[in-house]
């Protein structure tokens, strides 16, 4: 189920891998703990019966979850660095999800931030889908 119980402001959040998750190969050799760029209003409270919980945060329990052996969701950004989510604000500045005027502190705090651990994860999904084995 998708609501509005666990939305998350922009920023960066740390992210907890959950037992499943670190015995995930999409997951290999990601910390255990790590920081990691969101923004969202609304995210899963329910996870599908068949669905496995890899990672969670303190206000967002639902942060990544696999169905079967290869399909993934993420509720973070595993494709954010800082300077991606201040194009993101900058983009988005006037469409409704925060303030206008608090783009450019937005935009300054996102840049104090570093979340490394998020882009390994698509690296390791290139590996194991994208390049031929």
Known sequence: MIDRTYGEGLGGVTIKLTAEGIQDPLLQGISERFVAFTGHKEACTVLPGHAVLLAGSAACPV???????NLYATQFHPELDAEGLV???DT???AGYFPPEAAEQLMADARKITATEPMKILGNFVRRYAIPQ
């Open 63 to 69: 942060q990544m979850f696999r169905i079967k052996k």
């Open 87 to 89: 194009t993101r604000i």
């Open 92 to 94: 988005y500045r006037h």
